[in-house]
């Protein structure tokens, strides 16, 4: 079956340092790659997106790129700022079912 | 604002209650999910529904009962529920179900803690 398998947190950075959170999967077909962002009391949120291999998604600073050929969806933001302290899920989509990981919790100290 | 709004935000009730829990998106999308956020725990897909009609029951215990009314709304009707059913309450809409690429809209969640 699909499976996700992204880094363990909690994560803790300063502000302006660079981030990473490392998302493998294991799927039986050609699925889109998601990461979402949960902030505080909030539901889940479209962080990016890419939906065939060697796409790119971006979004607010943020990058990941889709490699079919080590099944990785790996999140980076060469900067962060306090207002990206949040719980960050890489999840796959085939056909019509999300898979999540477990989640990675962020904080970035001022 | 993601367009799919929850109610309650929170709700604690005991094992004997019955309560539900209402989603509503204002997307017009055709497909709708109710989701369980545990502590420690990946998402889990409860049901999902498209077109009105249910189309997964991800093996939810019969204690959690869908209902779809219409595409814009959905409920998730809770009876007899057990301690370890505190967990927070997930719905979502996309356009359609069975379209891989969709994005899933999320709603703010329901806070359940069952005394």
């Known amino acids: 079956g699909n499976s996700v398998t992204q880094m363990e947190g909690p994560v803790t950075l300063s502000e302006e340092a660079f981030l990473t959170i490392n998302c493998t999967y294991t799927a039986t077909g050609y699925p889109s790659l998601f990461w979402y962002v949960q902030y505080p009391g909030e539901g889940l949120q479209l962080l990016l997106k890419?939906?065939?291999?060697?796409d790119k998604g971006s979004n607010k600073g943020f990058e990941a790129t889709y490699r079919k050929e080590t099944t990785s969806f790996h999140l980076e933001k060469g900067s962060v700022q306090v207002s990206d302290s949040a719980v960050y899920f890489c999840a796959l989509s085939d056909d019509y079912k999300l898979s999540f990981g477990a989640g990675t919790t962020v904080t970035v100290r001022a | 604002e993601t367009g799919v709004t929850q109610t309650p935000r929170h709700l604690v009730m005991g094992m004997t209650n019955k309560k539900s829990l209402k989603c509503e998106q204002h997307?017009?999308?055709?497909?709708m999910y109710w989701y369980k956020q545990s502590a420690k725990k990946p998402l889990e897909l409860m049901f999902v529904y498209n077109f009105k009609e249910q189309t997964e029951n991800n093996s939810v215990p019969s204690r959690f009962s869908p209902e779809c009314p219409n595409s814009s709304h959905l409920f998730l009707h809770l009876h007899t529920l057990q301690p370890e059913d505190s967990a927070l309450y997930l719905c979502?809409?996309?356009?359609?179900?069975?379209?891989?690429?969709?994005?899933?809209?999320f709603g703010p969640g329901t806070r359940l803690t069952v005394l």
């Open positions: 890419a939906t065939k291999a060697d």
């Open positions: 979502a809409s996309s356009p359609q179900s069975r379209a891989g690429t969709d994005t899933q809209y």
């Open positions: 997307l017009g999308h055709n497909a």
